[in-house]
């Protein structure tokens, strides 16, 4: 029905930067909420960024000032840029969306997905 695809993330040393990006297929027709999420091992799983419909942005406190969401929705596309990492910053990153489709029976329905993860890793 949707699916998000991830792309962007590998090794990068402490200072360094990446763009992920995240694509949401399927009869898509609205995006209510997007963004990213990221696990450390032995942690929770913590908000990074995400961008609710009206343009509304939330960070974590931790990529505050150095974090950038931005969504394409013509393309139903997230895209996180991320400048001055850190190792602390090291994580499996999900993408996260809230978006209303069509089914199968092209009736509108509402739901919530998880990408598969993209591994971030900063080096020091």
């Known amino acids: 029905q949707v699916q998000l695809t991830e792309s962007g993330g590998g090794l990068v040393p402490a200072g360094g930067s990446l763009r992920l990006s995240c694509a949401a297929s399927?009869?898509?027709?609205?995006?209510?909420?997007m963004g990213w999420y990221r696990q450390a091992p032995g942690n929770e799983r913590e908000l990074v960024a995400t961008?609710?419909?009206?343009?509304?942005?939330k960070y974590g406190d931790s990529v505050k000032g150095r974090f950038t969401i931005s969504l394409d929705n013509d393309r139903n596309t997230v895209y996180l840029q991320m400048n001055s990492l850190k190792p602390e910053d090291t994580a499996v990153y999900y993408c996260n969306a809230d978006v209303g489709y069509y089914n199968g029976k092209l009736q509108p329905s509402r739901g919530n997905y998880w990408g598969q993860g993209t591994q971030v890793t900063v080096s020091s």
């Open positions: 961008v609710s419909r009206g343009d509304i942005l």
């Open positions: 399927g009869y898509i027709f609205s995006i209510n909420d």
